[in-house]
């Protein structure tokens, strides 16, 4: 009996090992990615930009989002990008666990999203651990911000610059820090 496609089993959670014997998968399609990536990397039209990232995530992007390249991400085909989302310059997205960005998000310059990540033992190391990532509406994500595999960012939450995220953030919260904290909650007018 053959295993299921490494990407399905990625998306469903699955820690692959380094010994998988799909795992070479994984790095051809981050070349394939990567050839895209380039190519929207140096274009100022927004138009081919908004293209060559649908070609990238595997879905449409609305004309009602915005990217400023660069972009790096790894794979692109585990990311769902919402309506009237901005994405500001040099934001990195490893999205083999999943990346979900709901619709009226803003993601600053230099922002991660990392959805992988590692286990700690040295013998597993090069293991993947996917863990889904979810930005869910109106969130604003400020400059170098780093989101951790995992995590949940609440509707109209506020992520303050250079924050590490490793935990849920609530809805209508304003986090920051090393490791991220509430700071205060935001209430409507």
Not at 93 to 106: C, Q, R, S, Y
Not at 149 to 169: L, Q
Request: hydrophobic share 40%.
């Amino acid at each position: 009996m053959s295993l299921p496609n490494i990407f399905e089993r990625l998306k469903a959670g699955e820690t692959i090992s380094a010994d998988d014997p799909q795992a070479h998968k994984i790095r051809q399609a981050s070349f394939a990615t990567k050839k895209l990536t380039t190519q929207m990397n140096n274009s100022s039209d927004p138009l081919e930009i908004r293209e060559l990232l649908s070609q990238i995530t595997g879905s449409e992007i609305d004309e009602s989002t915005t990217l400023f390249p660069p972009l790096h991400i790894n794979y692109g085909k585990n990311t769902r990008i919402g309506k009237n989302v901005f994405i500001n310059f040099d934001c990195v997205f490893l999205d083999l666990g999943g990346i979900t960005i709901e619709d009226n998000v803003f993601i600053a310059p230099k922002v991660s999203i990392l959805s992988e990540g590692h286990p700690i033992n040295p013998e597993e190391r090069h293991s993947l651990i996917p863990q889904a990532v979810h930005v869910k509406k109106n969130a604003w994500i400020g400059a170098n911000v780093s989101i951790l595999p995992g995590v949940t960012i609440g509707e109209n939450s506020v992520v303050a610059a250079g924050a590490v995220v490793s935990k849920n953030v609530p809805d209508n919260t304003v986090v920051g820090g090393i490791p991220a904290k509430i700071i205060k909650e935001i209430r409507s007018k």
